[in-house]
Structure formats: C-alpha cells, structure tokens
C-alpha cells in the first residue's frame, strides 16, 4: 500500500481530465439521456465500467446543492435491480448492515405504480416508488435499462432526450467542482 498526500491542484485537475477522456470514449457505447427542456445545471452523474466495458452511464441535472433534481441513468442491467440499489443508497442501506437482507428484500418486493414517459418523443412505460419528494422510476429504451431518480421535481414533467454530446454535462461538473473548491 502506498500513502499519498493531498493533490496539488495540477494533479487534481489531471486526474479529473482522465475521467473525462473515459467518459468520452465511453458514451457511445451506451446512450445517456437527458431531460429535455432542462434549464438548470447539469453534470456527469454515475459512471461504471465492468473492466473496460461501460456498463452504467449517468446525467445528472441539478445538484446535491438545488432544490430540485433527477439523474437519468442508462444500464445494461436490469433497470429495476439498479432503481434497488439506487433506493438503498438513499437511505443509506448497505449490505454490511446487520438487517440488510431483511430490508433489501422488503424495497425489492415493493410493486411499485405503471407510468408512460416520453422518451424521444415516444411514450414508453415505467414503473415508479416513492413519492412527490424523492422518487424513482425504471423502464427500458431500445434494449437499455433506464432509471431515474428525482428529487422535488414532478415526475409528470419528465420528457427523456437521448444525449450525444456530454460535452455541457463535463463543463458542468468541472464548475461543480470548482464551487465546491473554492477556486
């Protein structure tokens, strides 16, 4: 195991440039959405890779500092598994928990409501947990698992826009982060 100080602000700023580049390469290989007419921030959201294959890929709009948000995430799991794992974290669940299997199955078992999104411009089925404050929903596109998560945002106002460009949703993070810096 190796110690390592802080970054200096070079180094910091390298680092987040490289996740950068493998968020470019990765986006084609996995559609994002975005919300269509949006007009708040943006930003990158969850990123996973399975060794080099892009297997879950986030946009965030809103931040964990706006009132209002929802991060729209592309799987190629099951999107209700990730809509799951997705409430766990909410509330803070995690597997090392002494209750964990009790409570995991009891959100996993929750039926959950249908509701039509639109998404490019065609109505596709989802289905929903929660409520008017936080919510959830999960459904497939063109073969994808699709979840979102929303935060003080109506759910019925959601139209899903495939994004190709993640360009403004970097620019948007590296201004995140250079508010939370201080910079």
């Known amino acids: 195991m190796r110690i390592v100080g802080q970054l200096t602000p070079d180094e910091f700023w390298r680092r987040v440039e490289s ?31 399975q060794g080099k294959k892009l297997i879950l890929a986030g946009l965030a709009h809103g931040t964990p500092d706006t009132n209002s948000a929802v991060e729209v995430v592309t799987t190629v799991h099951d999107p209700r598994r990730q809509a ?28 959950g409501s249908e509701i039509q999104i639109r998404v490019n411009g065609r109505s596709t089925a989802f289905t929903t947990w929660g409520g008017r404050e936080r919510w959830w929903a999960a459904g497939t596109v063109d073969g994808r698992g699709v979840v979102l998560e929303g935060r003080r945002h109506p759910l019925e106002q959601v139209d899903l826009v495939r994004v190709d460009d993640v360009e403004p949703y970097l620019a948007g993070r590296r201004e995140y982060i250079r508010e939370c810096r201080g910079e």
């Open 84 to 111: 799951v794992r997705s409430m766990e974290r909410a509330i803070g669940l995690t597997p090392i928990d002494a209750d964990y299997a009790r409570r995991h199955r009891a959100i996993q078992d929750v039926p």
């Open 19 to 49: 996740g950068e580049e493998q968020v470019r390469a990765g986006a084609g290989s996995l559609p994002p959405y975005g919300l269509d007419g949006w007009d708040g921030p943006i930003m990158i959201g969850d990123w996973e890779w």
